[in-house]
């Protein structure tokens, strides 16, 4: 019930994921981070999925694992650049409505099921 309120309180997101995971899960938090319309600072491998995904739709930045002067720049460039951090996070927010609304969520689970049972 209070999901979109906490969500919707911060300026920008960290999501983690450790080295070795990639190919194996992406974080769910990822996609709510996404739905709120907030940019996210990534810590991960560059190969993962939410890497890959960020570059390409220009939003947020990607750290590597235990690069703390990386986080602590990247933190600090979104204090001080509010209009950028605010463009950034609603081009996540137009990722998550092209990509991973509910409704394109339904409509991936109803064609894998065609293909099954077909």
Same mark, same amino acid.
């Given at each position: 019930? /209070?999901?979109?309120?906490?969500?919707? &309180? =911060?300026? @920008?997101?960290?999501?983690?994921?450790?080295?070795?995971?990639?190919?194996?899960? @992406?974080?769910?938090?990822?996609? $709510?981070?996404? &739905?709120?319309?907030?940019?996210?600072?990534? #810590?991960?491998?560059?190969?993962?999925?939410?890497?890959?995904?960020?570059?390409? #739709?220009?939003?947020?930045? +990607?750290?590597?694992?235990? !690069?703390? =002067?990386?986080?602590?720049?990247? @933190?600090?460039?979104? *204090? !001080?650049? +509010? !209009? #950028?951090?605010?463009?950034?996070?609603?081009?996540? %927010?137009?990722? /998550?409505?092209?990509? /991973?609304?509910?409704? %394109? $969520?339904? &409509? *991936?689970? *109803?064609?894998?099921?065609?293909?099954? /049972?077909?």
């Amino acid at each position: 019930e /209070f999901l979109s309120h906490s969500l919707s &309180a =911060a300026s @920008v997101h960290l999501i983690t994921l450790k080295e070795g995971f990639s190919g194996l899960m @992406v974080p769910s938090k990822f996609y $709510g981070c996404l &739905a709120s319309g907030r940019t996210v600072i990534f #810590e991960g491998p560059k190969e993962s999925t939410i890497a890959k995904t960020m570059s390409e #739709e220009r939003f947020g930045k +990607v750290i590597q694992n235990g !690069d703390t =002067a990386g986080l602590l720049q990247a @933190v600090q460039g979104y *204090r !001080d650049h +509010v !209009d #950028e951090t605010r463009k950034e996070g609603a081009r996540a %927010r137009q990722v /998550f409505e092209r990509n /991973f609304s509910p409704e %394109r $969520g339904v &409509a *991936r689970y *109803r064609k894998a099921l065609k293909e099954i /049972f077909s």
